[in-house]
């Protein structure tokens, strides 16, 4: 089976800018898959290639084995694609629009989906109403329900959950996660790094139109930032066998270094050793927010 | 064709049907005013063709006018509203081909000018004797005509950034070709120097060729008419579906 998505040394020049510089990317079919990157990195570009809104200067982008421009038509089909703009057609109700782009795909019966997209994302008591007359959030679960309902077995969702609130932004979650389960491939951009560190199993980072990071979540959780362990004693003398722990010391205020969990114990019973008691204990791990800050600092 | 195109076409039928007191009723009022001017300040003093009244001799051209004027308007219009509130990704993302999506706008914008034009003709039933002498010539122009204000309409609606550019175009090229074209008189009645001006308009044969179906008389052959209008359909069809295949100002 071809991947998901394949990108070959991929370039984009605008007529100033210089938005991707080669980026070469295989996301395998059933992936949950995260592309994170300040504003201006080129996950826009690089999402609005992979849907046929821009087109490549240089290099290759792939849907399931179809170009996206050679092989247009089974591209796009394939794709499913949520746009970070708020749009909407303000002359149609939200059933007129799912109905038009399911058409636009030659789904013309296609109801039974809809209400099921409706349901799912809290769209049913909407069903008959003008697009202009929904809130922001509500535009948004449009715009995903619009983006599913030709099924597609490949997903982009570029900032999905940007102004929707955080009840919703659950059962959003809940739904793309189901899809995922049931085979379809999705690829996220978003600003919310914890929602990529809970949902994808892979993440690339990208910096001025480069992938600078491209690893499994948990690998780059582990490589980032080692856990430290944070320490208030009754003093501030420290037994000599952990000295060459301390990461930072702010009078009785510890920081220790502390690779493995299993050495938790030995620090204690050190400090028990020496009648030293904790009164503060806090076990810190480095999130995806650190290691991205990390990875972009460079 | 798969189901995409007869999707994107019934969209654009709705979308100017659910508008249609600024879509129709707006125009063919618009139509039935000069009508009313025209002929109430003419009739009796200008007889063009033998036994043809002034009123009747307006209706064709301004009937055509209308077609003209609401071809372009229609996809123009739609393109540019979709560029500039960013709902045309929701036609740009589908696999539509490029032809379904030329075809799409380019049918919506001939069923607009001719209800319009029908809508134009119902009114001016009242008001003039007209009789339909040639009626397949009326219907060959009609459509040969909308499809090419039609495929201007797509041309000028993807260039166009915002409502100015496109306004632009309405008052410097389209109304100027319209008006100059003899909507309100026979060229035969202008100085020399216009009578030439006015056969480079392909406008001038678009009603003129549209006249001969109603009257059986006009100023030049139809058939040097129909020569110069279907072609012109024809090639500005190709170049907006050209335009649309590029990608140009559609897909970065």
Redesign the interface.
């Known amino acids: 089976m071809p991947p998901a998505v394949r990108l070959r040394a991929l370039e984009k020049r ?1 007529r100033t800018v210089h938005a991707l510089h080669g980026i070469d990317l295989d996301i395998e079919a059933g992936e949950f898959f995260a592309l994170l990157g300040p504003n201006g990195a080129g996950k826009t570009t690089l999402i ?1 290639i992979l ?5 490549p200067t240089a290099g290759s982008a792939e849907v399931l084995g179809h170009d996206v421009i050679r092989d ?3 591209a ?2 394939n ?1 499913g ?1 949520v ?1 970070q ?1 708020l ?6 109700t939200v059933r007129e ?1 799912l109905r ?9 019966r296609n109801d039974a989906w809809i209400d099921e997209l409706l349901a799912h994302l809290g769209l049913t008591t909407k069903a008959d109403a003008y697009c202009r007359t929904l809130s922001g959030g509500m535009k948004r679960r449009l715009l995903v329900a ?1 983006a599913l309902v ?1 099924r597609p077995p490949v997903i982009v969702l570029d900032e999905p959950t940007a102004g929707v609130d955080v009840e919703l932004r659950q059962s959003l979650w809940a739904f793309i996660r189901r899809l995922n389960r049931e085979g379809h491939t999705v690829l996220l951009t978003t600003h919310y790094l914890e929602e990529a560190e809970a949902l994808c199993e892979r993440v690339a980072m990208l910096k001025e139109g480069r992938v600078v990071a491209l690893d499994r979540t948990a690998n780059l959780l582990r490589a980032g930032e080692e856990r430290r362990l944070e320490l208030t004693l009754s003093s501030e003398a420290l037994p000599d066998r952990l000295r060459g722990r301390v990461i930072g010391q702010d009078g009785r205020r510890y920081v220790l270094a502390l690779p493995e969990y299993g050495e938790l114990e030995s620090i204690l019973a050190e400090l028990r050793g020496h009648d030293i008691r904790v009164d503060e204990m806090t076990l810190r791990q480095a999130d995806l927010e650190e290691v991205f800050l990390k990875v972009m600092g460079r | 064709m798969s189901g995409g195109f007869s999707t994107l076409f019934r969209k654009e039928i709705i979308r100017f049907w659910k508008v249609f007191m600024q879509t129709v009723l707006a125009p063919v009022l618009n139509a039935l005013l000069y009508l009313l001017i025209f002929a109430h300040v003419l009739a009796g003093h200008v007889q063009v063709y033998p036994g043809v009244g002034y009123t009747a001799f307006l209706m064709p051209g301004l009937i055509m006018m209308s077609i003209l004027q609401n071809a372009f308007a229609n996809s123009s219009s739609s393109l540019i509203q979709s560029k500039q509130s960013g709902n045309i990704v929701f036609v740009l993302l589908p696999p539509l081909s490029h032809f379904e999506f030329f075809a799409a706008y380019l049918l919506a914008a001939i069923v607009r000018g001719l209800v319009v034009g029908l809508g134009v003709l119902l009114v001016g039933l009242f008001f003039a004797d007209l009789v339909f002498a040639r009626p397949l010539w009326i219907v060959a122009f009609a459509v040969a005509a909308s499809a090419a204000f039609g495929a201007v309409g797509i041309v000028a609606g993807i260039w166009a950034d915002k409502y100015d550019h496109l306004a632009g175009v309405q008052n410097f090229v389209i109304m100027p070709l319209t008006f100059l074209s003899g909507v309100f008189y026979s060229i035969h009645s202008l100085p020399a120097f216009w009578q030439a001006v006015s056969h480079w308009n392909p406008v001038f044969y678009m009603i003129d060729g549209f006249r001969y179906g109603f009257f059986g008389q006009s100023d030049v052959d139809p058939w040097l008419s129909l020569a110069v209008v279907l072609p012109v359909a024809v090639l500005l069809a190709w170049f907006s579906l050209r335009l649309i295949a590029s990608g140009y100002k559609l897909r970065h």
């Open positions: 605008y609005s849907a046929g809104l821009a087109r247009y038509r089974e796009r089909r794709l694609v746009p703009e749009v909407y057609d303000a002359f149609f629009m038009f782009q399911s058409g636009y795909y030659g789904l013309h619009q030709h």
